[in-house]
């Protein structure tokens, strides 16, 4: 079955520090992967996708690579700000197949950015 | 509306009581799902309707979860007998057009509901 796995968390930064955040997937097709955020109190929101192997996804200074040989897409951004503040969710959703597009999640990262 | 909206926020439970989420997805969205989300988890999914049609509840952890959408926009997540382990929040995503051919529609969430069982 399909399956995500993402670093541990939580992260602390100082603001302006670099940050990354791994995520490896199992998946039985050619899947589409995701990065989700959540800020407090809010719902989750796509951050970035990338839907073929070395593609790049990259929204709000966040990048992420789809690597198959490595099958991982690690988060980065090289300069965080005390509004990342949230938690990160990698994803995936395996569309071969006639499957339903359903997201498979990792456990989630908590991203704290001090000033 | 702006949104998918869904309520309540937040239900409290005795042990065995019959719950009802609802959820409203974004007006002309296709599709809607719904997920699980334990406790510093990630969510997990439950189950996917098109339109009104149920066409994947392979998530759904018990018969004691029934879910719904009967004219194809509102859908209802229902959970009876409850118990301990249904403590989560529940969460229900739509999209505007599966498309096989195409990259996947993003899929937009509610702000979920929070389920305390006592």
């Known amino acids: 079955g399909n399956s995500v796995t993402q670093m541990e968390g939580p992260v602390t930064l100082s603001e302006e520090a670099f940050l990354t955040i791994n995520c490896t997937y199992t998946a039985t097709g050619y899947p589409s992967l995701f990065w989700y955020v959540q800020y407090p109190g809010e719902g989750l929101q796509l951050l970035l996708k990338?839907?073929?192997?070395?593609d790049k996804g990259s929204n709000k200074g966040f990048e992420a690579t789809y690597r198959k040989e490595t099958t991982s897409f690690h988060l980065e951004k090289g300069s965080v700000q005390v509004s990342d503040s949230a938690v990160y969710f990698c994803a995936l959703s395996d569309h071969s197949g006639g499957s339903n597009y359903k997201l498979t999640f990792g456990k989630g990262t908590l991203l704290t950015v001090n000033p | 509306g702006a949104g998918v909206s869904q309520s309540p926020r937040y239900k409290v439970a005795k042990r065995g009581q019959d719950v009802a989420l609802r959820c409203d997805p974004i007006s002309g969205h296709v599709s809607l799902f719904w997920y699980q989300q334990a406790l510093g988890q990630g969510p997990e999914f439950l189950t996917y309707f098109q339109n009104e049609a149920q066409l994947d509840k392979s998530g759904l952890p018990s018969d004691r979860f029934f879910a719904e959408r009967p004219e194809g926009s509102v859908s209802t997540l229902k959970i009876q007998r409850t118990q301990q382990e249904d403590s989560a929040v529940y969460l229900c995503?739509?999209?505007?057009?599966?498309?096989?051919?195409?990259?996947?529609?993003?899929?937009?969430f509610g702000p979920g509901t929070r389920l305390t069982v006592l």
């Open positions: 995503a739509s999209i505007l057009i599966p498309q096989r051919s195409l990259s996947p529609d993003t899929q937009y």
């Open positions: 990338a839907t073929k192997a070395d």
